[in-house]
């Protein structure tokens, strides 16, 4: 899962380390959340003050409530945010530190995922679509029109744009009826001989968006948007994205529910992604996504 949630605006979130492993720690919040995140977004914070001892003289004949604790000294100034998410995460910088009781958590860079069909999002880009040959299966519009159909739907016109049509699946048929959320159609685009290149185009197009908005300052401003994209929107773009969203927070990012451009379109014959075999995955697609994690960690980011 992502990082330990921290505070809103420039404060920060007491948690507990439970594990520190390669440039990463397992950390419990005060409401007993827990999860992983990149060990160099810690920063140590004074000891709470403890309650006061009990006194030594006898009980008075009538209890009396408690003294209320000293309040604790407040968090130390946080640190910028560090350069480990310009790197998403690829190593630690160095050994880590010995846990300590208490820690203060900056809030994690936020990205959001969305999906969409050529052919089924937006009715000028399928007419546009289909005025070229292959349509939206295989041609390729100009990007002009895909962020000019994006920014009719409310989505930035600055978004990371990710093309999925190049998983072929002569199989695809036996799963139609389901979304790519299912495990199946998961597992096919993970080992689909394009795979391992597709993932490394995908990981260079992030960092040069996460550097971009950074300007320099190792601080991400902006939510980066990234928007994935096959024909028709329900099975290639939508197993693409649950991947991505994995993947991105493992590293630590913040990443809200995805969001489906297309599914007003997906139409009956669908399960939309509420069937038992959607929402109840096997055990072995955790596995298989781990996989992918260990393959995005072992691509380099260079631009």
Sequence with gaps: GGGGGGGGGGGGEPVEVLELRGGFARVQTRFGTKGWIPSDVLAECPPAASWPEPESEPPPPQPSLPARPPSPPPCPPLRELPGSWLELGLAAKGSAEEPTARHCVKSPPRVELVTFGLENSD?????????????????????????????????????????????????????????????????????????????????????????????????????????????????????????????????????????????????????????????????????????????????????
């Design 123 to 303: 009715p000028e880009l399928t007419e546009r679509c289909r005025q070229l040959v292959g349509g939206g299966a295989s041609a390729c519009p100009c990007k002009g029109d895909i962020r000019a159909a994006l920014l009719r739907r409310s989505v930035s016109s600055d978004a990371v744009l990710v093309d999925a049509r190049c998983f072929p699946d002569p199989e695809s048929h036996f799963f139609l009826w389901h979304t790519g959320r299912h495990h199946e159609i998961i597992a096919r685009l993970c080992r689909h001989r394009n795979f391992p290149s597709w993932l490394a185009g995908v990981k260079r197009q992030f960092s040069r968006a996460v550097q971009a908005d950074a300007g320099g300052r190792d601080q991400v401003q902006n939510p980066v948007t990234v928007a994935v994209y096959c024909r028709s929107g329900k099975h290639r773009s939508v197993a693409a994205a649950v991947i991505l969203a994995h993947i991105l927070r493992s590293q630590g990012w913040a990443c809200p529910p995805l969001r489906h451009l297309s599914q007003p379109r997906w139409g009956r014959v669908c399960c939309q992604g509420l069937c038992e075999e959607c929402q109840e995955p096997p055990a072995w697609l955790q596995d298989m996504l781990d996989e992918t994690l260990q393959m995005w960690h072992c691509i380099g980011a260079a631009v």
